[in-house]
């Protein structure tokens, strides 16, 4: 089992920047993906970043440039951070972390969301 505890998240004006966290126990160290999807009023959840414990990135084409995912491993527990740059009104969402383990069969979890909203 995967736990995933997300923090930041906010308000901004346009252009700000804001930072999100994730920090995910469970020993998925070996085999995982981790990011974020986004999913604003009346839309389908979409992706925004992703990473994998072998460093490999991929960005909605709407956020290159803008944002930037990282993560660390400390004590069996993998963090992964989106740094998000020159915010528009359009990023406004829910964002959700997202965990697939790799480990066995594969498995997917998803955080409680946080609140990004981008306005003057």
């Known amino acids: 089992q995967v736990s995933l505890v997300e923090s930041g998240g906010g308000s901004v004006q346009p252009g700000g920047s804001l930072r999100l966290s994730c920090a995910a126990s469970g020993s998925i160290l070996a085999s995982y993906v981790m990011g974020w999807y986004r999913q604003a009023p009346g839309k389908e959840r979409e992706l925004v970043a992703v990473?994998?414990?072998?460093?490999?990135?991929?960005?909605a084409d709407s956020v290159k440039g803008r944002f930037t995912i990282s993560g660390d491993n400390v004590k069996n527990t993998v963090t992964v951070y989106l740094q998000m740059n020159r915010l528009k009104p359009e990023d406004t969402a829910v964002y959700y972390c997202?965990?697939?383990?790799?480990?066995?069969?594969?498995?997917?979890?998803w955080g409680q969301g946080t609140q990004v909203t981008v306005s003057s």
């Open positions: 997202y965990c697939l383990d790799r480990r066995y069969v594969p498995q997917t979890y």
């Open positions: 990473v994998t414990n072998g460093g490999i990135t991929n960005y």
